[in-house]
Nanobody
Framework: QVQLVESGGGLVQAGGSLRLSCAAS????????MGWYRQAPGKQRELVAT???????NYADSVKGRFTISRDTAKNTVALQMNSLKHEDTAVYYC?????????????WGQGTQVTVSS
C-alpha cells in the first residue's frame, strides 16, 4: 500500500511555469515506477511522464522539451517541472505509483491537483 499526495497546482498564464510535487508514504526506492498523469474534462486520462526506481524517464510527445520529471528518494517525493505551459495542458494532474505484487502490478493514485493555463 502507498498513499500519494499531490501539491503545487494552480492558475498560470500561457508560457508560464509550475512545479508539482508528489509525496509518497513509503520509500520511492521500493516503488517500480512513479509517474504523472492528467485528465481534462471530457477526455481520457493520459500519461504525462514516468520515472523508474533507477531513474529512467519517459515523456508524452506533447510535453517533451517542456516538462521534466525528477525524484528525491531521501524525501520520498517526485516532482514535475512544467515550463512553457499551454492552454491544452489544463487538466487535473494525478500522481501514480506502480508497485509489483505477486503475479502482477498494482497502481495507486493521488487525489489530483488542478492545473489551469489561461490562453
Amino acid at each position: 500500500q502507498v498513499q500519494l499526495v499531490e501539491s503545487g497546482g494552480g492558475l498560470v498564464q500561457a508560457g508560464g511555469s509550475l512545479r508539482l510535487s508528489c509525496a509518497a508514504s513509503r520509500s520511492i526506492f521500493s516503488i517500480n515506477v512513479m509517474g504523472w498523469y492528467r485528465q481534462a474534462p471530457g477526455k481520457q486520462r493520459e500519461l504525462v511522464a514516468t520515472i523508474t526506481s533507477i531513474g529512467n524517464t519517459n515523456y508524452a510527445d506533447s510535453v517533451k522539451g517542456r516538462f521534466t520529471i525528477s525524484r528525491d528518494t531521501a524525501k520520498n517525493t517526485v516532482a514535475l517541472q512544467m515550463n512553457s505551459l499551454k492552454h491544452e495542458d489544463t487538466a487535473v494532474y494525478y500522481c501514480n505509483a506502480q508497485l509489483r505484487v505477486p503475479g502482477t502490478y498494482v497502481n495507486y493514485w493521488g487525489q489530483g491537483t488542478q492545473v489551469t493555463v489561461s490562453s
